[in-house]
């Protein structure tokens, strides 16, 4: 259904700004409502309603091509644009609906995990977080790019800390990721400064066309590209710049470790893109050696080492942390090999693992709310104990895998199928190793999970207690809807793979005709 021929003018004319808008109006308001319920239902209905306008904005962008957006009237570069095309469009998408989703998961979580008097502003700053993420991908001035990164990243600094409420080195964690996540920022802006040194503007399609007429430009240019690829390493957890991750995912409240380990990491990767692709050229002799040498290079190590960190991890939630490091490490492997097929199928990948990735957190979130189970040890006879919420545990880590039929699995083929005809053949090994140390570290739960008895408390052996309704429901939908990737239910696959491909066009400017690209 076409969500936006339902949709008034108005808002698809604004909608680019709307999105922006509205979360951070209602940040405000949040903030100070005193009904704890209310603030709730406030949230969960704006996240309603930013997904049913994203989907909207991307229908009606597939059907009329790139819409952009002047703030105030004034025409760029003179003055900000906001612009929704192929590139941008599914990840509105995507952090809407896990807005969305985590908000459903949210009633019951928030309960146990954040003190009462803490709610209203833990949902203020959520808001404030889908906003910074929002504005990050439809801005097109860099400057605003900083801005709303660093938007995204205070607030969530917040939540990360909320988390202090069931554990106390969430703030230990909160204020490791404060310090690397503002060195990236720096880092970033930086990058930014010296871009606006070498061509006078801030608009990026400007700077796009001022860097071509320079053929690259100076080595103002070059140092500039360096600050941002290492101010956006940071942000999306490229190997070895990762250490922040692993605590904020191990614990930040559930919810928002679910939403983050499927927005956050991915708003940078599409900056990522962004920036290297569109902004610079991998036809500047600078920008290939980087994408051959540190971007391609850092993903295979990245994808084995962070892997191997997450078979010797104790704790569950560390474990999932790590492998979120090496499977952007998948995504960096696309982007370095820069061809169309290989931009496709890491930008595929990109979505596929947040709905991977989100599925697994909520899930291992439902098991510290009845049991309060964080390590690997700790999941014996969970799948008589908690059968649903372990069954949607156990779909989500196959397709992690990359097993048949599953979501992962159609990313990790296009990834393959790319590098090896992109004269990277050797590369395709690496992945295969990938997979199989995933294969040990989900397996060894599993194992657990299955074949050990539950504990006894008293000398009787744990009762069944499964989740609530509330979080079963999301949970659930993020497995069947990896099941339905997999196997192209209702074309699920169709729709992202035609999304992906539409993405890597955009980037390369080179049409699709075959697994090279």
């Known amino acids: 259904m076409d969500l936006s021929l339902y949709m008034p003018e108005w808002l698809l004319t604004h909608g680019a700004a709307f999105l922006i808008a509205l979360p951070l109006l209602m940040a405000a308001i949040t903030a100070i409502l005193p009904s704890r319920k209310f603030v709730w239902w406030t949230t969960s209905f ?8 994203a989907l909207a904005l991307a229908q009606f962008e597939v059907a009329n ?8 009237g004034w025409a760029p570069p003179h003055g900000i644009s906001l612009k929704i095309d192929a590139l941008s469009a599914p990840l509105l998408v995507l952090i809407s609906v896990m807005a969305l989703v985590t908000m459903f998961y949210a009633m019951p979580a928030t309960l146990a995990e954040i003190e009462p008097k803490k709610r209203a502003p833990y949902y203020a700053a959520f808001l404030l977080c889908i906003a910074g993420l929002l504005g990050m991908v439809v801005t097109e001035d860099a400057f605003n790019v900083f801005v709303f990164l660093e938007v995204s990243s205070i607030s969530t600094y917040v939540l990360v800390a909320l988390g202090a409420s069931r554990d106390r080195r969430a703030l230990v964690a909160a204020y490791n990721y404060l310090i690397l996540g503002s060195i990236g920022a720096t880092f970033f802006v930086i990058g930014v400064g010296f871009l606006y040194m070498e061509t006078g503007t801030l608009n990026m399609a400007d700077m796009a066309r001022i860097l071509t007429e320079l053929d690259g430009g100076s080595r103002v240019s070059m140092v500039a590209f360096g600050f941002i690829i290492v101010g956006l390493g940071l942000k999306l957890a490229m190997f070895p710049l990762h ?10 409240p559930t919810q928002v470790t679910s939403f983050l380990a499927s927005t956050a990491t991915k708003a940078a990767l599409y ?4 920036f290297t692709f569109f902004v610079f050229n991998p036809d500047f002799a600078y920008v290939d050696a980087v994408l051959i040498f540190l971007i391609f290079g850092l993903g295979i190590v990245g994808m084995i080492f962070a892997s191997l960190q997450a078979i010797f991890q104790t704790d569950a939630r560390r474990m999932l942390a790590y492998s979120s490091v090496g499977q952007v490490g998948y995504m960096l492997l696309g982007i370095g090999i820069a061809t169309t097929a290989s931009l496709s199928a890491a930008y595929l990948h ?26 690997v ?4 006879g969970l799948s008589r104990t908690m059968p649903w919420t372990m069954g949607a545990f156990t779909l989500c880590g196959f397709s992690l895998i990359g097993v048949p039929f599953t979501a992962g699995f159609v990313s990790k083929v296009a990834l393959a199928q790319s590098a090896a005809a992109g004269g990277y053949w050797w590369a395709v090994g690496f992945i295969m190793i990938s997979s199989i140390l995933a294969v040990i570290y989900i397996g060894r739960i599993l194992m657990i ?6 504990p006894e408390i008293d000398g009787k052996p744990c009762v069944r207690n499964e989740a609530p309704m509330m979080m079963l429901l999301p949970m659930w939908a993020m497995a069947v809807l990896s ?35």
């Open 377 to 380: 040890d700790d999941f014996r």
């Open 483 to 517: 099941i339905a990737i997999g196997m192209n239910i209702f074309g699920a696959s169709d729709i992202l793979v035609g999304a992906s491909e539409r993405a890597a066009e955009l980037l390369t400017g080179t049409p699709l005709t075959g697994i090279g690209g």
């Open 350 to 375: 990109l979505i596929n693992h947040a709905v991977i990735k989100g599925g697994l957190f909520l899930a291992l979130g439902a098991m510290w709310y009845r049991f309060g189970i964080t390590r």
């Open 46 to 53: 704006i996240t309603l309603i930013l997904a049913v306008t």
């Open 271 to 274: 900056l990522l893109l962004r």
């Open 243 to 252: 250490t922040w991750l692993p605590g904020a995912y191990a614990y930040a």
């Open 449 to 454: 999970a299955y074949f050990r008895a539950p």
């Open 65 to 72: 091509g790139v819409s952009i957006y002047e703030m105030g």
